[in-house]
């Protein structure tokens, strides 16, 4: 088959794109290498996709339309998912002009341009951020999620809602799927575990928000990645809804549907550091630090709609997908050294 991934130069779109040229597809990729964090990680990225002959990365802008329809065209893709966006939640304090241009403006080009190609799927990246401080858990998708904490979560609920729209009026087969804390090799540098691996190497403190009192329900990239796959091919419609209401999100008044992938097994901040301490087999040099603002004190999916719908959830422990993100950490050391001294 033939995709066109925005964002292939980024942690997840990554790993997506690497799973399915292994798995014999054509990938054409869209980035922009924005500068949130030292785009030499991204290069590296790019170089690893460069390896298959049937990868082609395409440089430019979601907000340059004529370079993302040029793109889109040249792809004649059956499936489009777009990872491409401003991430993360502390940096939407700082600049949330960012989050609007991108994840506003850049996923509407997306959706226009998804209509006019007639794509028979279109994926969309989403975040379980957009689930505020729910005190009901698991996380559902069919709990409210109108309240975000973060500008970063609104934009995100915001291309769910015009995704939505797009669905009903164009009828473009459209499946938002919302991350549980993403973690394994190449990731982002900005993420705790990047941030801890180096500290404690370094002997750095490292900064534990919250006093250590949060959970986040982790997901191991290569569980998300299966779980993509696999979501690719259920085109949403009525012929595969799922009986159960009170966890199907297809809509009644379109080809649209919201999915969690998440394992529905939080784990506690410190777990989280002694997890990371015995991959390192060193302790870390702790300084506790009261929650951030936009911060939420838990994460925690069900996965129960993406069981029924897949056949699968995201099961890998996270002694192994630490210790998995440590030893690819310390094989590339050297080169993510000079990467975050600012080489470019």
């Known amino acids: 088959m033939r995709y066109f991934i925005t964002g292939t130069a980024g942690f997840i779109g990554f790993h997506l794109a690497r799973r399915l040229l292994q798995d014999g597809h054509e990938v054409v990729g869209f980035d922009g290498m924005t500068p949130y964090y030292n785009i030499t990680l991204k290069h590296m990225r790019n170089a690893a996709l460069a390896q298959f002959p049937a990868f082609r990365q395409v440089m430019a802008m979601l907000e340059d339309r004529n370079a993302l329809e040029d793109a889109v065209a040249s792809a004649k893709a059956d499936v489009m998912v777009h990872f491409a966006a401003q991430a993360g939640v502390r940096y939407s304090l700082e600049n949330p002009r960012a989050y609007l241009t991108s994840n506003l403006e850049g996923s509407w080009n997306i959706l226009e341009i998804a209509k006019d190609a007639g794509v028979k799927h279109l994926m969309l990246a989403s975040t379980s951020s957009i689930y505020g401080a729910n005190p009901t858990v698991p996380f559902r998708e ?15 609920k915001s291309m769910e809602l015009m995704a939505h729209s797009y669905a009903h009026l164009h009828k473009t087969p459209t499946t938002a799927f919302r991350f549980f804390t993403v973690y394994g090799p190449w990731g982002r540098p900005d993420m705790a575990l990047f941030k801890f691996v180096k500290n404690i190497l370094e002997d750095q403190p490292i900064e534990i928000y919250g006093e250590g009192k949060m959970s986040r329900d982790f997901t191991y990239i290569d569980d998300l990645v299966e779980a993509l796959v696999r979501l690719s091919s259920v085109i949403p419609s009525e012929a595969n ?42 302790p870390a040099k702790r300084k506790m630090l009261p929650m951030q603002k936009g911060d939420v004190p838990r994460t925690f999916a069900s996965p129960d709609l993406l069981v029924a719908l897949t056949g699968y959830k995201p099961e890998t422990k996270l002694d192994v ?23 470019r």
């Open 241 to 282: 809804r799922v009986s159960d209401e009170r966890i199907e999100t297809l809509s009644h008044q379109a080809p649209f549907r919201v999915v969690n992938i998440g394992g529905g097994q939080p784990e506690s901040l410190m777990t989280f550091v002694e997890t990371v301490e015995k991959a390192l087999g060193q």
């Open 142 to 156: 069919t709990d409210r999620s109108d309240e975000p904490l973060t500008f970063y979560a609104a934009t995100k």
């Open 321 to 343: 997908g630490v210790k998995a993100f440590v030893d690819w950490y310390l094989d590339a050391r050297s080169d993510l050294e000079r990467q975050l001294e600012g080489v």
